[in-house]
Protein backbone atom coordinates (compact mmCIF):
# COMPACT_ATOMS: atom_id res chain seq x y z
CA UNK A 1 0.00 0.00 0.00
CA UNK A 2 1.22 3.61 -1.23
CA UNK A 3 1.72 5.99 1.89
CA UNK A 4 -0.95 8.53 0.02
CA UNK A 5 -3.39 4.87 0.06
CA UNK A 6 -2.32 4.30 3.76
CA UNK A 7 -2.83 7.77 5.02
CA UNK A 8 -6.33 8.50 2.95
CA UNK A 9 -7.41 5.24 4.74
CA UNK A 10 -6.86 6.19 7.90
CA UNK A 11 -4.14 4.48 8.08
CA UNK A 12 -1.77 6.84 9.62
CA UNK A 13 1.36 4.83 9.10
CA UNK A 14 3.56 3.32 6.80
CA UNK A 15 4.09 -0.32 6.34
CA UNK A 16 6.74 -2.45 5.84
CA UNK A 17 8.09 -6.21 5.82
CA UNK A 18 9.82 -8.72 8.81
CA UNK A 19 12.38 -10.59 8.05
CA UNK A 20 9.97 -14.15 8.12
CA UNK A 21 7.53 -12.18 5.47
CA UNK A 22 4.99 -11.04 7.82
CA UNK A 23 3.71 -7.04 7.17
CA UNK A 24 3.06 -4.24 9.94
CA UNK A 25 2.90 -0.70 10.46
CA UNK A 26 4.64 1.54 12.10
CA UNK A 27 4.14 4.99 13.31
CA UNK A 28 7.51 6.65 11.94
CA UNK A 29 7.49 9.30 14.42
CA UNK A 30 8.48 5.86 16.96
CA UNK A 31 11.31 5.15 14.93
CA UNK A 32 14.66 6.45 16.53
CA UNK A 33 17.02 5.67 13.96
CA UNK A 34 17.88 2.82 11.39
CA UNK A 35 20.71 0.88 10.72
CA UNK A 36 22.28 -1.36 8.41
CA UNK A 37 23.83 -4.67 10.42
CA UNK A 38 23.52 -6.41 7.78
CA UNK A 39 19.28 -6.47 8.08
CA UNK A 40 17.85 -3.03 8.04
CA UNK A 41 17.33 -2.92 12.03
CA UNK A 42 14.64 -0.20 13.33
CA UNK A 43 15.45 1.12 16.92
CA UNK A 44 12.43 2.39 18.51
CA UNK A 45 12.24 5.45 21.20
CA UNK A 46 11.15 2.24 23.31
CA UNK A 47 14.43 0.66 22.96
CA UNK A 48 12.87 -2.34 20.97
CA UNK A 49 14.30 -3.09 17.71
CA UNK A 50 12.55 -4.59 14.82
CA UNK A 51 14.53 -6.35 11.80
CA UNK A 52 13.34 -5.67 8.26
CA UNK A 53 13.40 -6.78 4.98
CA UNK A 54 13.31 -2.91 3.35
CA UNK A 55 16.42 -1.38 2.93
CA UNK A 56 17.40 1.91 5.01
CA UNK A 57 16.79 4.05 1.84
CA UNK A 58 13.13 2.86 1.50
CA UNK A 59 12.48 3.31 5.04
CA UNK A 60 13.32 6.70 5.09
CA UNK A 61 11.55 7.65 1.51
CA UNK A 62 8.68 5.99 3.27
CA UNK A 63 8.30 8.28 6.40
CA UNK A 64 9.32 11.22 3.54
CA UNK A 65 6.79 9.77 1.82
CA UNK A 66 3.88 10.07 4.79
CA UNK A 67 5.41 13.37 6.31
CA UNK A 68 4.60 15.37 2.68
CA UNK A 69 1.44 13.50 3.30
CA UNK A 70 0.60 15.05 6.48
CA UNK A 71 2.37 18.36 5.71
CA UNK A 72 0.10 18.20 2.30
CA UNK A 73 -3.24 17.93 4.00
CA UNK A 74 -2.59 20.33 6.92
CA UNK A 75 -1.22 23.03 4.41
CA UNK A 76 -2.57 22.77 1.25
CA UNK A 77 -1.75 25.92 0.48
CA UNK A 78 1.59 25.68 0.91
CA UNK A 79 3.21 25.53 -2.58
CA UNK A 80 1.83 28.86 -3.24
CA UNK A 81 3.49 30.34 -0.56
CA UNK A 82 6.56 28.39 -1.41
CA UNK A 83 6.79 28.87 -4.96
CA UNK A 84 4.78 32.09 -5.87
CA UNK A 85 2.41 30.03 -8.19
CA UNK A 86 -0.96 29.45 -7.84
CA UNK A 87 -2.44 25.73 -6.56
CA UNK A 88 -5.64 24.65 -9.02
CA UNK A 89 -8.29 24.21 -6.55
CA UNK A 90 -6.58 26.43 -3.45
CA UNK A 91 -8.09 29.45 -2.10
CA UNK A 92 -6.63 32.49 -4.45
CA UNK A 93 -6.75 34.64 -0.92
CA UNK A 94 -5.41 32.54 1.54
CA UNK A 95 -4.92 35.77 3.90
CA UNK A 96 -9.16 35.29 3.72
CA UNK A 97 -9.97 31.76 4.62
CA UNK A 98 -12.93 30.55 3.01
CA UNK A 99 -15.98 30.23 5.07
CA UNK A 100 -18.12 26.95 4.32
CA UNK A 101 -22.03 27.22 4.99
CA UNK A 102 -21.38 30.68 6.91
CA UNK A 103 -24.23 33.28 7.01
CA UNK A 104 -24.65 36.52 8.51
CA UNK A 105 -28.24 36.06 9.76
Known sequence: MAADEAFEAGHPMIELTRLNGNKFSINCDTIKYIEAAPDTTLSLTTGEKILVVETCETVVQRCIEHRAKVLRLAWPDAR??????????????????ALVGSSNS
Open 80 to 97: MFLTGKPVEGANPNPAKP
